[in-house]
């Protein structure tokens, strides 16, 4: 069963058959089991040698280790390697704010489909499923915000926009699927995030700070953090991470928290940068019978960060 995009602050990825004869091969096991790192490049052509020599840059402070089926550094370091080419962005046309409108809302829901499942084709029946799943998260997604939903004090979605321009023409899918109109003007959620002040999210890891008795609701989660394939490696990560601190500052907390796939090295670049460090980790009985890839907890003291009313 598909789970819900609202449960957790990492994509649910989906089970797939795969040949236990071809375990031997590292990349083999990289292209099929690692999600939802972007496609390689199918052009792309290394040797283990060259791969091999790549940097492979960790961050020490979040990853305690790194064991990724016993193949950890050759093919993650494939992955940088043979990654997909990217749009320029227009930084001066950017804007990262919270949410404003119902429209906007389902045009950030729709990124998060398009980028976390990757199995709909253009048949009737999965493109049936996939408005489906929509607008099922669309309504979960609001009910959080609307303050509908028991456990969550507040939720925000924090959206990065660029307008409808020429400049995103070879991104004819994201352009169809994301487009929202405010103020006259088209616009493209091209990043999206939730923030959710609340105790802690289903199926997760819960934060140990603040330590206070009684403070558990003085903590926020960021889950849902996503960006368009066709414009990653441009900051946009680092920007709706950046504003959800200076939100969660003014709801008046101090520690943030998000979950990350223990593999996922370009979400851990992103949170090391933007100050998050390691707290705990999921035990592997717990991620196997999830059925999905075990996670890091990562913490941020937001205390030092200016509050901007």
Not at 216 to 238: H, I, T
């Amino acid at each position: 069963m598909m789970a819900l995009l609202s449960s957790s602050a990492a994509t649910q990825p989906i089970r797939r058959h795969f040949d236990r004869r071809r375990l031997s091969s590292p990349v083999h096991l990289y292209r099929r089991l690692i999600l939802p790192y972007p496609k390689p490049n199918p052009s792309c052509s290394a040797t283990w040698r060259e791969l091999g020599a790549l940097p492979f840059p960790c961050a020490p402070q979040i990853r305690p280790s790194l064991e990724v089926a016993g193949f950890a550094g050759a093919s993650l370091a494939a992955f940088r390697f043979c990654q997909q080419e990217t749009l320029a962005l227009d930084a001066a046309s950017l804007a990262v704010k919270e949410c404003e409108s119902n429209d906007e809302l389902l045009a950030a829901v729709r990124l998060r489909v398009r980028t976390f499942y990757d199995e709909f084709d253009q048949s009737s029946g999965d493109q049936d499923q996939r408005r489906h799943l929509e607008e099922r998260e669309f309504e979960a997604l609001k009910d959080r915000i609307d303050g509908k939903r028991i456990g969550f004090k507040r939720v925000s979605c924090i959206n990065a926009t660029l307008p409808l321009s020429p400049l995103l023409g070879h991104a004819d899918g994201l352009c169809s699927a994301c487009t929202f109109s405010q103020n006259g003007e088209d616009r493209v959620v091209v990043a999206t995030l939730d923030i959710n002040q609340c105790l802690k999210l289903a199926d997760e890891l819960t934060g140990k700070r603040p330590e206070a008795l009684g403070a558990g609701l003085m903590r926020a989660y960021l889950s849902n953090v996503c960006v368009a394939k066709e414009l990653q490696r441009n900051g946009l990560g680092f920007a709706i991470v950046s504003k959800s601190k200076a939100v969660a500052r003014r709801w008046g907390i101090n520690d943030l928290y998000v979950h990350v796939a223990v593999d996922n090295e370009a979400a851990l670049k992103l949170y090391g940068k933007s100050g998050f460090v390691y707290e705990n980790e999921e035990p592997a009985w717990q991620a196997r019978f999830l059925g999905r890839p075990r996670r890091f907890l990562l913490w941020a003291d937001l205390s030092q960060i200016e509050l901007v009313v």
